[in-house]
C-alpha cells in the first residue's frame, strides 16, 4: 500500500519538537522529545496490557495530575519487562529533560516501544535527551514523527484546524504502529497536540470517546501491547474560553479529534506488517451495538478471515462462522453479507453471480465486509488488516 | 513433521466400519459411516459456534435420546451455513442410513467437514450412504478414519484396551482437524468407539472431563468451527458389569479415554495446516487453575508467540506481553520463563548466556514454554501450534 507522503510543515503555538538520533534502532532518529512551553492540560489512554512497560506505569501515575509539561519518547527498545531498573531508567531520563526545560521531573511523561525484554542502554538515551533538547523547534513536528517509529514504512500524521469562539486551533497528532494490529502485540503510540484551551474533564472525555470510536475498533484494551498509549497534550496558547464539557465548543473540537485519531487509524492499519488490505468490517441489525461490536471483533480477529482478505477470497462462510465464534446468538437463516455492497449471501443463501464482482472489490486495498443480522438495531465496526505471507516472515524473523 | 504411518487392524466388538468415496472432495474416500450391531449409550461434545453447521444442530437433538445405532460422516462439504435445505438433507441422508440399517433416522447422528455455505450434492451423498452400507465391515476402521479427513495430511487414530472387571475392552477412537486450531475454525470430528457398557451418566461425564482436558486445551470451545464435534459410542458387546459413575471401573476407562483424546489432541497439533512445531504452553503458580489456564490460552493464541515459536526464536518478552493481555494481574517482576526447561528469564530479567540453548529446544519439533508466576498453585496448560508462511499460502489459496 502506498500512500502519499506528507511533509507536515505544521506548528502548534505553545510546543516544540524534537527527533534526533540515539543509537537504539540500527538506523534513524530515535528519540523525540515534544515540549509545552508552559505545563497544559492533558489526558492519557493507555494499555489495559497486566504487563506493562516501566514508561507506562510512570506516565500512568504522572497523568493523575492532568497537567504536563513535556513527552519524552524513545523507539528501538519498549524497556518492558525490565523491572526494577526499567523504572530506573524512566526516572533518570525524564529528570534530565525535566532540568533541561527547568520543570520537575514529575511534569515529564515517557513512552518508548521496540524490543521487550532487554535494559535500555542509559548512557545512549541520556545522550539522546540532551540532544533532543538542544535541537527543540517550533517546525520539528515532522522531525519528531519520524523518530518514534519502528517497523513502520512510514510516519503517521494528522492535521485538522477548527475555530473555537472565533479562534482558530490546531490539532496535530503523530502516531505509530506498525505490527498487525489486533488481536496483537505491536506498540501503538499516539500524540495528538492542540493549542486549544481545554479543562481536564473536557480534555479527558474528549479523548476516551474518540479513542472509543477509532482506536478501539482496532486494538482491544485487553489485547493492547505493554506500551500503548494515546495522549492529548493542550497549550491553551489559543487563548479561546476554555472548553468544558458543556460548553459550545466541545462537539467541534471533540469531532476533530475523533477525525484525526481515524485517519492515524487507517494509516497504522494499513501500514501493518507484511498489510496488504484495509478492510472495514461491519455489523448491522444486532440486538445490542455492544454484540454488533463482539461479532465485528470476531471476525476481524479471525485468521481464517485475515487469510481470505489476503487472498481477496469472497468466501462469506468463513465470515459467518467467525461472527459465530463471538458467543451472540446468531440465526444464520437470516443474515446477509455484503462485500463493498455486493451483496454475496441473503438469508444465509448464497446470492448467484455475485462471487465475481465480489472478488474484483476484493481486490482493492480498501475494501468493506458487511453483515446485517435482522435481530434489531445494533451497530459495530471494526479496521482489520489482512494477514499475508510477508507478515509471517517479518514477525518469525524478529528477533530477541 | 512426519509420523509413522500406523495401519490400524483394530476391531470393536459391536461395531462395524466403512470408508468410500461418494465425489464430495476432490479425491480419495469421503463417506465415512458407523454402525452398531444394537444401540448403545452414546455421548457428545459438540461445538458452542453460534452459527452451528445442519448437523450438528440435528445431532444435538438426537444425542438427548442417550443412545445411539449409526454415524454418518462426510468430508469436503460442511453443510454451514445452508439453511432449511441443508438441515432437509441430513434428515434424507440420515433417514436412508437407517433405512438400510432397519433402525429409526432418529438413531442415526450426522457430522460433516469442508467447505462452508454450498450445498451438499445430495444425489452423491445418497449413493455414498449406500456404498458404505454395503461396505460395512468389521476391520473398516482405518478406512473410515481415511474418509473423515479433509486437509489432513494423514488420517488420525488412537487405540487402548484396558480390562474392566477382568473382561478385556477396547477404546479405538478415529479424528480429523487439520488447520491451525485454536483460536481458528478448522473442524474437529472425534469418535471414540469402544465395547466396554457405560450407563448414560458414566458416558456423558466421562467424555466431558476428557474433552476438558484434552481438546479444550487445544481448541477453545467459543473459538469452535461450526461442525466441531467430540462422540463417545458405546456397544456394550464386552459385556461387563456396566460402569457407573461410582463403580470400581469408571476410572480406569475414563484415564484411557483422557489417553486416546489426549494422543489424537497431539496428532491435530502436529498437524496443523502447515505448521511445524507442536508446543506445549504450561503456566504455574497463578491463583487459581483458571487464571493459568487463560492465561495459557492468550499465549498459545497470539500470532505474534506463534510465529516466534515457528522461527525458533526464545523470545520470553513476547511470551510475557502475551500473557498481560489475558486480563489477569500479573507481577512482570516475578515471572521466571523457561523452554523445555531452559531458565531465560528469572524473576522478570533476563538469564545471562540462555538463549543459546533455548534457541537449539525450540528447533525442535515439539518443546514446552513455561511461565511460573509466583502468584500461588494455579496451573494451566495449552497445546498450540506455530504460525508458518505455509499456513498463510494455504488458507488464503483455499477458496469458496
Redesign the interface.
Known amino acids: 500500500v502506498k500512500l502519499a507522503r506528507r511533509a507536515h510543515r505544521v506548528r502548534v503555538p505553545g510546543f516544540r519538537f524534537a527527533g534526533v538520533r540515539a543509537g537504539l534502532k540500527t538506523r534513524g532518529p530515535d528519540v523525540a522529545l515534544i515540549a509545552l512551553d508552559r505545563p497544559g492540560v492533558t489526558a492519557g489512554v493507555l494499555t ?5 512497560a516501566a514508561p507506562v506505569v510512570i506516565t500512568r501515575e504522572r497523568l493523575r495530575a492532568g497537567t504536563a509539561s513535556a513527552v519524552l519518547v524513545h523507539a528501538g527498545n ?1 524497556n ?6 526499567g523504572r530506573r531508567t524512566v526516572e533518570v531520563s525524564t529528570a534530565l529533560a525535566g532540568t533541561l526545560l527547568g520543570v520537575p521531573a514529575a511534569r515529564v511523561l515517557a513512552c518508548a516501544t521496540g ?4 535494559q535500555v542502554p542509559r548512557d545512549r538515551l541520556l545522550h539522546g535527551v540532551r540532544a533532543a533538547y538542544a535541537s527543540l523547534a517550533g517546525d520539528g513536528f515532522a522531525r519528531a514523527a519520524r523518530a518514534i517509529t519502528t517497523t513502520d514504512a512510514f510516519p503517521k500524521t494528522a492535521v485538522r484546524r477548527v475555530r473555537l469562539g472565533g479562534r482558530p486551533v490546531t490539532l496535530a497528532a503523530l502516531g505509530k504502529g506498525a ?2 494490529i489486533a ?4 506498540t501503538l503510540l499516539v500524540f495528538v497536540c492542540t493549542d486549544a484551551r481545554l479543562d481536564r474533564r473536557a480534555a479527558r472525555r474528549m479523548l476516551v470517546e474518540a479513542v472509543a470510536g477509532t482506536f478501539n475498533a482496532v486494538s482491544v484494551d ?5 506500551n500503548d498509549t494515546i495522549l492529548l497534550l493542550s497549550s491553551g496558547a489559543a487563548a479561546n474560553p476554555p472548553v468544558t464539557v458543556r460548553s459550545a465548543g466541545y462537539r467541534t473540537i471533540a469531532r476533530a479529534l475523533t477525525e484525526v485519531l481515524e485517519e492515524l487509524a487507517r494509516l497504522v492499519v494499513l501500514d501493518g506488517e507484511g498489510a496488504s488490505r484495509l478492510v472495514e468490517v461491519i455489523v448491522r441489525g444486532a440486538r445490542r451495538d455492544e454484540e454488533a461490536q463482539r461479532i465485528a471483533r470476531a471476525i476481524a ?4 478471515c485475515k ?2 482478505f ?2 481477496g ?6 465470515f ?11 440465526d ?2 437470516r ?1 446477509d453479507v455484503s462485500i463493498d455492497g455486493v451483496l454475496v ?1 441473503r ?4 446470492v448467484p453471480g455475485s ?1 465475481a464482482a465480489a472478488r474484483r472489490r476484493m481486490a482493492r486495498c480498501e475494501f468493506r465486509v458487511e453483515l446485517r443480522l435482522r435481530q434489531g438495531r445494533g451497530r459495530g465496526r471494526m479496521l482489520a488488516a489482512d ?3 510477508a ?3 517479518f ?6
Do not use: F, K
Not at 485487553?222 to 505493554?226: A, H, L, P, Y
Open positions: 489495559a496490557n497486566r504487563a506493562p519498549a518492558a519487562c525490565t523491572g526494577r531498573e524490543r521487550i525484554g532487554v505490527g498487525m488481536p496483537e502485540l505491536a485487553g489485547d493492547m501491547s505493554t480477529g479471525s485468521t481464517l487469510t481470505a489476503a487472498g477470497d469472497p468466501n462469506w462462510g468463513r459467518v462462522c467467525a461472527a459465530g465464534t463471538a458467543g451472540v446468538p446468531l444464520p437463516d443474515i449471501s438469508y444465509g443463501r448464497p462471487l494477514l499475508t505471507v507478515y509471517v516472515h514477525n518469525a524473523a524478529y528477533t530477541t
